[in-house]
Every structure is written in C-alpha cells, then in structure tokens.
C-alpha cells in the first residue's frame, strides 16, 4: 500500500517538473520571438534611415560639387577690361616642409639631382599642417620626387608682387651648350615663369616629422610644396629621348680633384665645431662629399669663359650672373698673350656644411682644394638642425 502511493507520488512530481519545464519552454520561445521580432523591427528602422542618410549625403555632395565648378567658372572667367586674356587667380600652395641641406648656397648645389650620391638633406614638416601619421609608409620607398619653390630666384619678388614687369626671359643660357641659349621650358633652369623646382632624391629614412634624403640638388632652406613617391612603373620611360647635348655630361666633369696636403688636418681641427650640426660622421665623409661636388665644374658659364671679366670687366657679363664666390690675387693675375688670365689664378669658394671651402682649378680642369674655415655666422645659427647622430642607426 505504501509503495503503491509513493509511485503514484513520484509519478505526480515528474508530471509537475514536466510540465513546469514545458511551461518555462514555452515562455522563453514566446520571449525569444518577441525579441527577434523587436530586433527585425530595429534593423528594418536602421536601413531605412540608413538609406534616408546615404541619399542625404549624395545629394549634399552633388550640391558641393555643383558649387565647387561654379566657383572655379567664376575664377576662370575672362575679365571684362582685357578679354584677349584669360586671366586665372593664384592658387594657394603653402609650403609644408624646409630643407635643411648640405648645400648653403646656390653656387655649388648640384645642377641636377643624384650626381652627388653623399649630398644628404632633411625635409622637416611644419606639424601644424602635415602630421606624422601623413609620413606613414613614405618609408618603403627607395626614392622620392619633391616639388619645391625656388626660393632665392633674385627675380622671385616681382614675379610675384609684380607679374607683369618680371621681364620673363623666354630663353635662358645652357651650362652644357657652353653658355648658347635655349627655350627655357627646354631645361631645367631655375628662372622661370612659375619658379616652382622639381628633383628626385634617395629616401634613406623617415621619422616623425623628419625624412632624410640623400643624392640631393636642394639648397638649404628650400620651401617644399609636396612629397611622391617615384614609381619605377610609371616614372621611368623605357626608349625615351632626349636632344645631344643634354648627354654632355664631360663638358661639366673636371679632370681631378686633389687637396692640399694641410687640409684634411685643417678640416679635423673645424670638425670639432662643424660636427654639431652636420649630417656627416666624420671629417673623411666631408672630405669625400667635397671630392664628389667638384667633380663636376660648379662655376657658372661666365666664370668658365671669362674668369678675367672679375677683375678687369673687359667684357660685358651676363645678366644674373654672380660673382661673390670668386676672390681674385692681383699679384698672380697676367695677359697669358690670349688677352685671358688664366683660371687657375682665382680662388673659388664653396659653402658646404658651415665650412668655407677654398679652391682652384686650372686650364685643363684640375680641382687643387687649398683649405676650409668656418663659415660666417655659424656659431650663431639658433635654428634647431638635423644631425648626424639623430640618423646614426639609419645610415649604418
């Protein structure tokens, strides 16, 4: 009897729980179907403002770029007082980057990029306007193409201020056609109507704000106005030509460059002062930088053909050409029965890396580099500079 009823009761229980779980089943199905009906809802709402939103935008940048045209319509509208011209209002290029370059001076910076392999500059970004993360990836590239401003053009100010008397020279003399004029959109002549410079350097390193170059024909302080990269698929030109004598290179090369024998000792005793803002390791590389710039003829065409014209102005010199890099020895200077003075009387000079370096170079184009000093104002540079042992890990 007693068992009996403890069967009947377990059997009850299980039926309770049974039915229990059954019960709770079916509320959680219930719950779980209102929410997948809750979200389905949700979704359905956010597609549609989604739409609502993407439809909203395209229309907002039809709208900008309808305006856009329009403004540049306007700009470019012929004026009304001279229609036989189209005249167009500047477009605005800011510079983002300074160089700080090997070079100090115009006279002695390459006439075109690569032919210095050990010419090292720095392009430092103004962080206000390109911050580091725009420099991400530059780093995987072995060179660069930079556009550049050529900033001490000496007809850059009324280029500028004043177009319409600049006097824009349509030809300009030609190093390599021994001073013969050409179109000047046929060279690489820094005097042109929109002085804006174009080279292509070795990307050794990138750093913050910082991207060091070598092969350069930069000067020191030049505005940079944008970084590519060089694309050897699309920037290299496989059959393309050029005229003969932009293939004249031995008309620029010297025959040797020697120094003299006080110099490298000379250069040791100013490396202790010129080391602190120097992109070099060691007086060596300065002096093998050195060798590198003179093996091509940096004087300008006047000063190759006329080096007596500095002293006694028999004939009458170029426009533009400049003559501050020149020093004369009038105790040396005589009629060689050409009515020229010999080159090799006239002491040269180069500023590269804070140091004034003095040379010479005779008649058949042998460099004798005599000796090196400190160049003006050196120690009182205040501006922060790139050095070596900021890049010491990157260049081995």
Known sequence: MVASENVKWFTASIAFVVAVVSASTAVSVLIFKRKVKDFTSKVRELEISLKASLGKCASEREGRIRAQQAL??????????????????SYPMTPIAVVQS???????????????????????????????????????????WILYVFHLN???????????????????????????????????????????????AKLEAVE????????????????????????????????????????????????????????????????????????YASPDEIQSLIKQVLSWDIRSVSQRNRPHNVLLKMEKCSVGDKTSDLEVDKDEVYDNG?????????????????????????????????????????????????????WRDRLG
């Not at 540049?72 to 209002?89: F, G, I, W």
């Not at 090799?344 to 005779?362: C, F, V, W």
């Open 338 to 390: 050409s009515g020229r003075f010999p080159s090799s009387n006239i002491t040269y000079h180069l500023m590269l890396e804070g140091l004034d370096i003095s040379y010479r170079i005779d008649v058949d184009g042998n460099v004798i580099v005599e000796k090196a000093s400190l160049s003006p104002g050196v120690h009182n540079g205040s501006q922060k500079r790139c050095n070596y042992m900021m």
């Open 154 to 200: 000496t007809d850059l100010e009324k280029l500028w201020k004043q177009p319409s008397k600049s006097k824009f020279k349509a030809k300009v003399r030609v190093p390599r056609l021994k001073g013969c004029r050409m179109g000047v959109f046929a060279t690489r002549s820094p005097h042109r109507l929109c002085p804006i410079g174009l080279t292509v």
């Open 72 to 89: 540049r319509e306007a700009l470019t509208q012929v004026t009304e007082h001279n229609s036989d011209k189209l005249e167009m209002v």
């Open 102 to 144: 090997c070079f100090t001076t115009r006279n002695g910076t390459p006439r075109q990029p690569l032919l210095v392999p050990l010419a090292r500059a720095c392009l430092v970004f103004d962080l206000g306007q390109v911050p580091p993360a725009a420099l991400e990836g530059l780093g995987e590239y072995s060179h660069c």
């Open 208 to 279: 913050g704000r910082m991207v060091l170059l070598s092969g350069v024909d930069l000067v020191d302080g030049t505005p940079v106005l944008d970084v590519k990269p060089y694309l050897p698929y699309c920037d290299s030109i496989p059959g393309a030509t050029v005229p003969k004598w932009v293939l004249e290179d031995n008309l620029l090369a010297v025959a040797s460059v020697n120094f003299s024998q006080e110099f490298s000792s000379t250069l040791a005793n100013l490396w202790v002062t010129a080391e602190k803002r120097s992109l």
